[in-house]
């Protein structure tokens, strides 16, 4: 799933392998936080919610304004 994401953001000048790896940090704090607040028998809603965390990481590392930060949360 990381990948899949970092190859839509491929022409950034940060260059793939950092966008790969912002990734998975995303995917890491996906699974800690969900781990910590769901239940761990929903697979369809951990993907759904490590989507956003890995965007989340991505945009963070290129610099893009996310839909949280526009709304004020970040």
């Given at each position: 799933?990381?990948i ?49 965390w ?10 893009i304004?996310?839909?949280a ?5 970040g």
């Amino acid at each position: 799933l990381s990948i899949a994401f970092a190859k839509k953001y491929e022409g950034y000048e940060e260059g793939f392998p950092m966008i790969v790896a912002a990734g998975f940090t995303g995917w890491n704090k996906a699974i800690k936080s969900y781990t910590d607040h769901f239940e761990k028998n929903k697979q369809n809603e951990f993907i759904v919610y490590s989507t956003w965390w890995i965007k989340e990481e991505i945009c963070k590392l290129l610099g893009i304004k996310t839909s949280a930060e526009n709304e004020g949360g970040g």
